[in-house]
């Protein structure tokens, strides 16, 4: 063999080992660089969903997820790999209801996705049902964030009266009244419907997986005062102001019956459902609403991030769409 044809061997060798050392993928195609032989181009994987830096911390920390590869399309890194034994696409979609849409749509659209787990952060409204610390898993939520502010003194009045709230004394506020509205269902299968709640639906998610499951106590040295509760059902209100204000809270658990608050849950469902994907939401307590103990947003984290690691671990292992 020349000298030649021996440096053009070593050349491509080296490119080839570069080539496979690389975790970057093809933002063309990115399925087709997970699975590369035929009808593994079409495997299944659940994603999972997440909104802020401290969802993802409980998630690397956890020593669960192994990380394959990842691509990065407009803006967000998704990464493909399994959690325990289980093959999944995680994203992190940044706060707020139109980042959280926009990252589960190009989720959806992307990849072949069975079903999303949405794990977040959550104020509660209503502390006889869940406390700090707590674990949540609504069976719906709404978007309260959607109003239609009535003119002072205009003859039909919206749910919520400022006037109500004036201090000290009740009465008229040049605010008036705000009407909170529907919002529009869109499907590729129906029409697009008005609504108000959106039904959340796993079949993963069951009461007798949360029999067996305790939420840690303590994080990183600070424990709370009692065992953190995984409470099923109840209903979740999101919005892209996140509830802080005493008041508010209580008019959202009197009129909605809602009692968690947060800033993404609703963006999940509407997205979930409009590609008729099923979907489960985790919400882990941060806070109370007008407690004046703060808010452990990491401890959060942790409890929900385990509640949704063992939903994932109860899927059917995944297949092959082809199959």
């Known amino acids: 063999m020349s000298r030649i044809n021996l440096a053009v061997l070593l050349v491509l060798g080296l490119l080839l080992v570069t080539a496979k050392q690389s975790m970057q993928m093809s933002l063309r195609n990115p399925t087709a660089e997970i699975e590369s032989s035929n009808c593994k181009l079409e495997m299944l994987r659940v994603g999972l969903v997440l909104a802020s830096d ?48 926009t990252g589960v749509q190009t989720l959806l659209l992307k990849f072949n996705i069975s079903e999303i787990v949405f794990f977040g952060n959550a104020g509660s409204l209503d502390k006889n049902v869940v406390d700090q610390g707590d674990v949540l898993v609504p069976e719906a939520v709404a978007f309260t964030g ?23 004394v009740n009465g008229e506020n040049s605010l008036g009244t705000v009407a909170f ?50 409470v099923p059902g109840w209903k979740a209100s999101t919005s892209d102001f996140y509830v802080r204000n005493q008041a508010y809270g209580d008019f959202l658990l009197e009129k909605f019956n809602a009692t968690t608050a947060d800033s993404a ?14 979907f489960v939401v985790v919400q882990g307590v ?38």
């Open 265 to 278: 849950s609703a963006a999940v469902a509407l997205t979930a459902l409009s590609n008729k994907k099923p």
């Open 181 to 230: 509205e529907n919002i529009t269902l869109y499907s590729s299968s129906e029409e697009p419907k008005e609504v108000f709640w959106l039904p959340i639906y796993s079949q993963s998610a069951t009461e007798e997986l949360f029999k067996d499951l305790e939420s840690k106590e303590c994080h990183s040295g600070k424990c709370l005062p009692r065992p953190g509760n995984i």
């Open 54 to 101: 401290s969802n993802e911390k409980a998630l690397q920390d956890s020593g669960l997820f192994t990380d394959e590869s990842h691509v990065d399309i407009a803006g967000r890194r998704f990464h493909v790999g399994t959690l325990k034994y289980t093959p999944i696409v995680y994203v992190k979609t940044g706060t707020h209801s139109v980042n959280v849409a």
């Open 146 to 168: 959607v109003w239609e502010w009535e003119e002072f003194r205009a003859q039909n009045k919206g749910q919520l009266a400022f006037g109500h709230y004036n201090y000290p």
């Open 286 to 323: 941060s806070n109370v609403v007008g407690d004046e103990n703060g808010s452990d947003p990491e401890h959060a984290s942790q409890n929900a991030f385990y509640v949704a690691a063992a939903i994932i671990n109860l899927l059917p292992s995944q297949r092959h769409a082809s199959e």
